[in-house]
């Protein structure tokens, strides 16, 4: 099989959020050992879903040896609707090749940016190693809490000292990135407001007010480039009595995302206590007030230059509302300042009755223009006639967690981020892909042999 049909055929594998990399490692567990490389399949329970990590290697493992570590995600986004896959005959998983671009899901991020550093450990077999050892990783859970790679760190199998993470940026270093929290806000009902809705549904006629607000879909990593319907809605109901019901709020459908749509179900009421909609706006009076003072440390290398809080999703439940959301944090944003923006939250969330949780949490990352890593990479760039200028990234990936090992990262991939990734349109050049290649080749050339 060439190198062209093994990417139709990764493509062709759902390893997406909803779905599992099992298949995928099969397959290329099968391509590495064709090769004589030496394979580990690590299998792994991921909220009920079998779940696979792979770890490639040129010859096997020295305990003690360090190594120069090659990772790449396998996961993807879940496709949405397929009729929007027009590039791909309706199908996300049947690879298109169109002027010189391959289209499917997983095309730019990342499935085959994992096929083109196999393509080097396979060129490097029966080489010598004498400095750092080639480790060649594939994770799942990127997309869900890089859950694949945390696991893999928790187990100590790999020993790297410099990394190269599998990133969508257009053949250009990114050495840094936003750190990532997810956050959940529970508003519980009062007894008397359950009471009531339950009164309510039985009746067989009602009146209430209700009331849709549309905004523009983005990723919550920029979230100046969308407008968020779920804050239209909040602004529109703190302009709302005191005495107001909220029978049903409902907005968005990812924690991560900048949501286009949301409605909210209002009916007056003189007796009901304890209204939500009095501590959803004194919660999100102080929403407000934390993405003010995120907008005061700021870091021009970045967009948006400040750190972010978003509100992805809101839903109603018999006995509560939630909120959900994620905050992109900058890396000059020391700890303590983060900490202090989450107590604050927290504070108006008890005073309210009300449960704040933090259910996910990445740290920024940030590797020194002045590295050997980064130096070296830009020197090879520069002879392939390729941009040596180094980005930011607004999103998080792994890179934030290998550093915390004390792993010197940068992020590298072919393909274009912007009204690509996460589209229906996704795709990557097959001669970028090439390039990738080779840079990840001289890469592994200069650090190892």
């Known amino acids: 099989m060439n190198?062209?049909?093994a990417?139709?055929?990764?493509?062709?594998?759902?390893?997406s959020t909803s779905s599992s990399t099992v298949e995928c490692v099969h397959y290329?567990?099968?391509l590495a050992r064709e090769a004589g490389l030496f394979v580990e399949i690590i299998p792994e329970m991921q909220n009920g879903v079998l779940q696979s990590n792979i770890i490639i290697r040129t010859e096997s493992f020295t305990p003690g040896s360090q190594e120069f570590?090659?990772?790449t995600h396998l996961d993807t986004v879940d496709a949405g609707h397929f009729a929007l896959w027009k590039k791909n005959g309706f199908n996300p998983f049947d690879a298109t090749i169109i002027d010189g671009c391959i289209y499917g899901l997983g095309a730019a991020e990342v499935k085959l940016d994992f096929l083109c550093k196999l393509e080097v450990l396979k060129r490097l077999k029966g080489k010598s190693f004498q400095k750092l050892k080639p480790v060649l990783v594939g994770t799942f859970g990127e997309e869900s809490g890089m859950q694949g790679a945390l696991k893999l760190i928790r187990k100590n199998k790999v020993n790297a000292k410099y990394a190269l993470i599998g990133e969508?940026?257009?053949?250009?270093i990114i050495h840094a990135a936003k750190g990532f929290a997810v956050v959940e806000i529970q508003i519980p009902l009062s007894q008397s407001e359950i009471d009531y809705k339950t009164k309510r549904d039985l009746l067989e006629s009602t009146s209430t007010q209700s009331k849709i607000f549309s905004g523009k879909a983005a990723h919550s990593s920029t979230p100046h480039l969308g407008e968020n319907a779920i804050v239209k809605m909040l602004d529109y109901l703190q302009k709302m009595p005191e005495n107001m019901v909220i029978v049903e709020a409902d907005g968005g459908t990812r924690f991560n995302s900048i949501p286009n749509q949301a409605m909210v179900e209002l009916d007056f009421t003189s007796h009901v206590q304890n209204l939500s909609l009095q501590k959803i706006n004194k919660i999100y009076d102080v929403l407000k007030q934390v993405q003010k003072e995120m907008e005061n440390t700021q870091d021009a290398d970045f967009e948006p230059c400040h750190s972010t809080l978003?509100?992805?999703v809101i839903r109603?439940?018999?006995d509560s509302i939630v909120l959900g959301g994620s905050c992109r944090i900058l890396p000059n944003v020391t700890q303590d300042h983060y900490e202090q923006w989450m107590e604050k939250i927290k504070a108006v969330c008890v005073s309210q009755d009300s449960k704040f949780l933090i259910t996910d949490y990445k740290r920024p990352f940030r590797t020194s223009e002045n590295s050997q890593l980064v130096k070296t990479a830009q020197s090879i760039l520069e002879k392939m006639s390729l941009p040596t200028k180094c980005l930011?990234?607004?999103s998080t990936n792994e890179a934030s967690l290998f550093t915390r090992i004390g792993i010197e990262c940068i992020c590298f991939g072919a393909g274009v981020r912007q009204d690509n990734v996460h589209t229906p349109q996704e795709h990557v050049r097959i001669d970028d892909l090439e390039k990738s290649i080779s840079f990840y080749m001289q890469m592994v050339e200069r650090f190892c042999l």
């Open 7 to 15: 990417c139709r055929k990764l493509i062709s594998m759902d390893s």
């Open 3 to 5: 190198w062209i049909e």
């Open 310 to 312: 978003s509100i992805g």
């Open 316 to 318: 109603t439940y018999e």
């Open 28 to 30: 290329l567990s099968e």
């Open 69 to 71: 570590l090659l990772q």
């Open 168 to 172: 969508t940026s257009d053949l250009t």
């Open 392 to 394: 930011t990234l607004p």
